[in-house]
């Protein structure tokens, strides 16, 4: 296929490439932008003009260096064999092929989208959208050949991004609701996707029908039929295989599929859990599940929150102990139809482990919280520090108190042994210890060990307890 009349590179030598801010041209949709998405639609052949590119609003030839603006890109596919089924998958393939471009940079999906354009692409001549809606058309005509014909708009108008986004919420909401109804133990085969490896390398996403992927845009459904039409593609399909640990979601297929797909890197991957082997995070999931270590709970929060969260970070700087495709006990990239799954961190306790996540995201998933559970969680309104959320959970009665109760039964016992001339704590079995925090750091497991000390400090640090 022939890009000689693009005035930049287009090939997968670019994918991955970040724009900083000091290098980039424009800013669309992004953070600073409440209104953005990116949808695709299947339809019927007489229903569309195949290759036409519209742009609604301003033309990137119209937009001052260093701007920010709303976006929303609708792609409209027809062909034989295109069905709704496919919609989340042609939509995911926009992350790829944007990303193609020499001086773009495509983050997230749906409703989360990011883009930059470099101000070096720009002054090559890459000043429109018409540029762009050409590419696109081109990489999925010969990348998915079940396309017959495909247009795409771009919309940088607010008033018109406004009015169709909540369009585009609502065919969202509608293919989730239906990927709700099947189970992981109702089917032999679950879906792999690696579009992401080009920014996490070791990162493989296992996508169940209780599991969605970390992006939130890609369901078992869209899975299986991104697999059937496209099986040599980034979607395929991965056979369960034996069950090592159907509570603790662990099958022999996936972590062959893992052990494949990283390089060796990855080799086990607990599906349910965000501290046991947990399921590796790219860099494009929605929300982060993170450890609270003073409250032995998991908070949440989600890319569109502003500011610091309870423990004194914000979501970006815990983003980078999340992502790249590795495994970090209590930092665990997550998707919010995850939250809507009975298999919710199950293997941590599910919801009776969540003690504070935004206001907004917990209006969205609340039908699916317990009940009893629902008004122990703090939000933002709640607690802003870790001394706030601790009287808060207290207040509750959160189910997380009894974890307390217990380790602190755990303390006296140990106390009472060493009054009694003991000196050594044992420690039978196996235990892990987790030494640093943000930016990673080391994980010591003990096993059999007899630890001898004269004397053990503990000692809270961190941002959180600081902040008033």
């Known amino acids: 296929m022939s890009f000689e009349d693009i005035p930049v590179d287009i090939g997968v030598v670019y994918e991955g490439e970040r724009v900083k801010s000091k290098d980039m041209f424009v800013e669309l949709g992004g953070p600073k932008m409440g209104q953005k998405f990116e949808l695709a639609l299947a339809r019927e052949a007489g229903e569309i003009e195949d290759e036409k590119v519209t742009i609604i609003g301003p033309d990137l030839k119209d937009m001052e260096e260093g701007s920010y603006h709303p976006l929303g890109i609708v792609v409209e596919v027809a062909g034989k064999e295109i ?115 080009s920014f996490a390398p070791t990162h493989v996403c296992t996508i169940t029908p209780q599991r969605y992927a970390n992006c939130g845009a890609i369901s078992w459904f869209d899975g299986r039929a991104a697999a059937r039409v496209d099986p040599k593609g980034p979607l395929y399909a991965i056979s369960k295989g034996d069950t090592i640990d159907d509570y603790r979601g662990e099958y022999t297929g996936v972590n062959q599929s893992y052990t494949e797909k990283s390089l060796g890197k990855i080799n086990s991957v607990v599906l349910y859990s965000a501290f046991e082997k947990p399921h590796t995070s790219c860099g494009c999931f929605e929300a982060i599940a993170f450890v609270i270590p003073e409250v032995d709970g998991l908070g949440i929060v989600h890319r569109d929150f502003k500011g610091d969260t309870v423990n004194g970070l914000p979501f970006s700087s815990m983003a980078d102990s999340t992502a790249g495709g590795r495994q970090v006990p209590g930092f665990h990239g997550i998707s919010i139809e995850y939250m809507r799954s009975p298999k919710f961190l199950q293997v941590d306790d599910g919801w009776n482990r969540i003690v504070w996540l935004p206001e907004a995201i917990k209006e969205r998933v609340l039908e699916f919280v317990p009940e009893d559970v629902r008004e122990k969680i703090a939000t933002e309104k709640d607690a802003m520090n870790i001394a706030d959320l601790k009287a808060y959970l207290k207040e509750k009665n959160h189910p997380v108190v009894q974890r307390w109760i217990e380790i602190e039964e755990e303390e006296e016992t140990a106390l009472v042994a060493s009054a009694e001339g003991t000196d050594y704590v044992s420690v039978p079995g196996e235990m892990t210890a987790f030494v640093g925090g943000v930016g990673g750091g080391l994980e010591i497991i003990f096993k059999n060990a007899k630890i001898y000390a004269e004397k053990i400090i503990v000692r809270r640090t961190g941002k959180g307890d600081q902040k008033k």
């Open 83 to 197: 069905e709704p089924d496919l919609e989340g998958v042609i939509e995911r393939r926009i992350h790829e092929y944007v990303n193609f471009v020499e001086g773009m940079m495509h983050l997230n999906q749906r409703y989360d989208i990011w883009i930059r354009l470099s101000k070096k692409s720009f002054e090559k001549g890459f000043k429109s959208f018409e540029y762009l809606g050409k590419v696109l058309i081109r990489l999925f005509k010969s990348e998915m050949n079940i396309i017959e014909k495909i247009q795409v708009t771009f919309i940088t108008d607010p008033k018109i991004v406004t009015e169709r986004y909540d369009d585009a919420i609502n065919r969202y909401n509608q293919r989730d609701e239906r990927a709700r109804g099947l189970s992981d133990a109702e089917v032999d085969t679950f879906y792999g996707c690696s579009l992401c490896q």
